[in-house]
């Protein structure tokens, strides 16, 4: 779903592919409070409206 390394998606599509938010591998804070949940080195930050910012951190 993430293949351009920044993408905003739908919980509903995310559920619908099988993901399972209580699933991750490390998690994230910002200096601004953002946080970010992680598997591995693909991540994920809860926006407004039940929108996802799914990101890709390059190793």
Known sequence: MNVKGKTKVS???LYD???DFQFFT???KTKTGNTYFYIYN???LALE???F???R???
Request: glycine share 10%; hydrophobic share 30%; no cysteine.
């Open 53 to 55: 910012l799914l990101i």
């Open 26 to 28: 490390s998690i994230y």
């Open 57 to 59: 951190k390059d190793a």
């Open 17 to 19: 592919k099988g993901f």
């Open 42 to 44: 693909e991540g994920y």
């Open 11 to 13: 919980r509903t599509k």
């Open 49 to 51: 409206n039940e929108t």
